[in-house]
């Protein structure tokens, strides 16, 4: 598989979505976040976006979000219960697992989801995680895991201008959770579980030790 190719996709895919301002139908807001979607082009479903400024420098911010295996993001999202590396493709591009915990009191069973994902860097500064779904001989569908389908999504960190100590955050989540659950839960779950990604992303950044 072109793991590189796929990659590289995605993180033209969410430049698009970022840019791009028509149909977004704000679903939540917050002191941290707004959360929008409108329907995906990718599956029969919505595609989330968060926008939210956090209080900390793009470095901080995004030592909280790397995707990396022994990183911080384990710790403050509570959507993410383990992620483990499978194949490194290239210094930025890796093929990782990740494990969520069940959610929506029970409703939501466990799930692994296995993903490409490329790190990039932008001139000015901004830095993102793009990841999307792929198949890997390493890590067959698994007993006591529901295995859902992540389509193109990730995390931008983008620096503010005049504002070293603050970073403006996207996220875009859509997302195949698999197995038979009602709409109503999916529709409801991202919106709530995005705004507190949000909410516990500033608690994290500003727990970090001034470097």
């Known amino acids: 598989?072109?793991?590189?190719?796929?990659?590289t996709a995605v993180a033209d895919c969410l430049q698009s979505y970022r840019k791009d301002e028509s149909g977004w139908k704000v679903c939540k807001k917050s002191n941290d976040v707004v959360v929008s979607w409108r329907p995906s082009t990718e599956f029969p479903g919505n595609v989330y976006k968060g926008e939210g400024i956090v209080n900390g420098s793009p470095e901080k911010v995004w030592e909280c979000l790397k995707p990396v295996p022994s990183g911080l993001r384990v710790k403050w999202d509570n959507n993410v219960k383990k992620f483990e590396l499978l194949e490194q493709i290239t210094e930025d591009i890796s093929v990782c697992r990740t494990v969520t915990p069940s959610a929506a009191m029970g409703i939501i069973a466990p799930r692994d989801f296995v993903d490409v994902i490329l790190v990039k860097q932008y001139e000015d500064g901004t830095i993102s995680s793009n990841a999307t779904h792929v198949g890997h001989p390493g890590c067959p569908p698994q007993s006591g895991y529901v295995r859902g389908v992540n389509h193109p999504c990730g995390c931008i960190c983008v620096p503010i201008s005049g504002e070293p100590s603050k970073t403006q955050v996207f996220s875009f989540f859509q997302t195949?959770?698999?197995?038979?659950?009602?709409?109503?839960?999916?529709?409801?779950?991202?919106?709530?579980?995005?705004?507190?990604?949000?909410?516990?992303?500033?608690?994290?950044?500003?727990?970090?030790?001034?470097?």
Request: net charge negative; no cysteine; hydrophobic share 40%.
């Open 1 to 7: 598989m072109d793991y590189e190719h796929k990659a």
């Open 176 to 211: 195949d959770l698999g197995g038979f659950l009602p709409r109503s839960v999916v529709d409801s779950f991202f919106p709530s579980s995005m705004a507190e990604f949000y909410s516990n992303l500033a608690k994290a950044v500003k727990s970090l030790k001034d470097h």
